[in-house]
Nanobody
Framework: QVQLVESGGGLVQAGGSLRLSCTASGSIFTINSMGWYRQASGKQRELVATMTSGGSANYADSVKGRFTISRDNAKNTVHLQMSSLKAEDTDVYYC?????????????WGQGTQVTVSS
């Protein structure tokens, strides 16, 4: 089992910045992917950004150039620096962890943190 604890989020004006953080604990596999997805009510959860433990990052086209993902592998923590926020970035953001090796490759999710961008 893996537990994810998120922090950050909140209310910000359009053009502003926010930083999300997520720390994983439990049965962490060394080679893994951590990142962020977001979901609006009634819509499918979508990728925002992920990063592997090796440092390979993947971004949704809609956030490229505005959001930056980073990791501290020693602390099993992932951060998402969000800049130039737009109203359409308003969503619940979920931290995600998935092992990329080993026997347990289940995806784990945080409880979600609300990001609201006022226009």
């Amino acid at each position: 089992q893996v537990q994810l604890v998120e922090s950050g989020g909140g209310l910000v004006q359009a053009g502003g910045s926010l930083r999300l953080s997520c720390t994983a604990s439990g049965s962490i596999f060394t080679i893994n992917s951590m990142g962020w997805y977001r979901q609006a009510s009634g819509k499918q959860r979508e990728l925002v950004a992920t990063m592997t433990s090796g440092g390979s990052a993947n971004y949704a086209d809609s956030v490229k150039g505005r959001f930056t993902i980073s990791r501290d592998n020693a602390k099993n923590t992932v951060h998402l620096q969000m800049s130039s926020l737009k109203a359409e970035d308003t969503d619940v953001y979920y931290c995600n962890y998935q092992a990329l090796g080993g026997w347990n490759r289940s995806a784990y999710w945080g409880q979600g943190t609300q990001v609201t961008v006022s226009s």
